[in-house]
């Protein structure tokens, strides 16, 4: 292997470092050439690749927050079905106690009516039987008080 020594000045005087004969043209061309040849087989594939997938995931992006926000509707639309339920069901309580209450209360005041007319009618018995009592010692103290009349007549007479 030979090395050859090129000499800086010999470039310079030469037409130096840029030297603009023909091949500068065909390394153009094939700049131009190389950079057409990877845009069509490297280049434009890949940007259409990165294109549908940035298209891809913004679709994707878009239904997500439009089923967030359907969620979003959704959950508030149950919410306020859960408080009207719950409305519904305290009103149900509250009517179901106010008519247990008022049905308690009305068998109470039957029982006492009840109680009463018994206590009343038991009172009217006792009278009567009272009154059947007095009458019979009545009779058994006038037959007594016969007897006794006559006992005390025939000792004396």
Known sequence: MQYQYINSYSLLAAGGLFDFDATLSFIALEFLLLTSVLNLIYYQPISKVIDSREDYIRENLNKAS???????????????ELITARKEAIKMVTTSQTEAQEFVNAQISQAQKEAQQLIQSSMMQFEKEKNKAIYSLEKQVEQLSEQIKNKLISIYI
């Open 66 to 80: 439009l089923y967030l926000d359907q969620a979003n509707e959704l959950t508030k639309k149950y919410e306020l």
